[in-house]
């Protein structure tokens, strides 16, 4: 299977895993099946939207594919019937998650890589597409947003699409190149939730007295 088509079929799975996600937090809000379902869609496709738009790449990506919307509004409304197995499959979605970061991190970077980018734009379009669509989900929520904690997410991002870069600079082939990518930035965040790694934290209090 060439190497575009195995990171389409990635692609789906990674936005159908973030909807899950997003629905589960929609749940624990206690919002109607409507918002269950824009939660979904907002937060699979959020990321690659914003990336687009201050690229200037037009249509968007769900525009010219609409069959995302119901792919990703349905795999949310599905979750309402699935919920009470979730917990059984927390290890699962959480493999899922970080696939998805990895995967929409790479394909942030190729886009504006083809658009002929700087290199830090390409890294922050790949970080962009990988977090963002985190951060809607999380603000809508009236949460912190995952990003703008300790934990390794972002860090994870930016160092993928550096490696990304790093082996296209240094003539590595493009599929190779996306793979290598991919599984570093898959590696260290599974090892960061294993071990608890995390960025340090800055504390500030002022003391009024």
């Excluded at 190497?3 to 692609?11: A, D, R």
């Excluded at 790949?126 to 390794?152: H, K, N, W, Y």
């Amino acid at each position: 299977m060439p190497s575009e088509q195995i990171l389409h079929v990635l692609y789906i799975v990674a936005i159908i895993a973030e909807a899950m996600t997003a629905a589960l937090a929609a749940g624990r809000r206690s919002m109607d099946w409507v918002g269950v379902a824009m939660l979904g869609s907002i937060t699979a496709l959020g990321g690659g939207s914003v990336r687009d738009v201050l690229l200037g790449r037009h249509p968007l990506t769900w525009i010219e594919h609409p069959s995302y919307l119901l792919i990703t509004s349905g795999a949310a409304l599905a979750t309402v019937f699935l919920a009470r197995y979730m917990y059984h499959l927390r290890r699962l979605f959480l493999f899922l998650d970080a696939v998805g970061l990895v995967v929409f991190t790479v394909i942030g970077c190729n886009i504006a890589s083809g658009l002929g980018m700087p290199y830090v734009i390409v890294i922050a379009s790949g970080m962009i597409s990988g977090c963002v669509g985190g951060v809607l989900r999380d603000i809508l929520c009236t949460e912190v947003p995952l990003l703008f904690r300790a934990e390794l997410y972002a860090t994870v991002s930016i160092l993928a699409g550096a490696l990304y870069i790093g082996c296209q600079h240094a003539g590595v082939p493009h599929a190779l190149a996306m793979g290598i990518a991919m599984l570093a930035g898959l590696a260290l965040r599974l090892l960061a939730l294993r071990y608890g790694w995390s960025m340090p934290k800055f504390i500030y209090t002022e003391n009024l007295h």
